[in-house]
């Protein structure tokens, strides 16, 4: 058995197989996910899994230099929105180095998603809840 974070098979080969910038996405229930780009589906019903929850484990495993979210998060969700940022802080102090945001209107948020190695999604259920991540390098 893997001695690390990751559990879940699909989000680990993908973490793995990562470089520098490439992107994964993790979504709320709702985010359409483009033809194309691997679906890691880990929604069993509403709320579950939570997308914090996802967040937390996935960014325990991947470096990341920049994460993308939707501005209607910012506008609508200010709750979600500063623990997002919260979390965002504590990577940037465990790593070492900063973490740029982006906040675009979420109809280019979804058209970046076509970029992604995958979009894993959530069982989340919060409108906006969505975030990609742009992996950065260790060194």
Known sequence: MRKAVLLNGPIA???????????????????????????????VTQGLPR?????????????????????????????????????IAALEAAQGKPIAVDAVPHEAFKQQTASCKAVIRTGEVTPYANIILHAGVTF
């Open 51 to 87: 997308f914090l929850d996802v967040l937390d484990a996935v960014t325990g495993e991947l470096c990341v230099e920049r994460v993308s979210i939707a501005q209607e998060l910012v506008d609508t969700q200010p709750a979600l929105h500063g623990e997002v940022l919260a979390r």
């Open 13 to 43: 080969r993908t973490v793995a197989f990562m470089g520098h910038t490439d992107s994964l996405c993790i979504g709320d229930a709702g985010l359409p996910i483009p033809d194309g780009v691997e679906r890691i589906d880990l929604a």
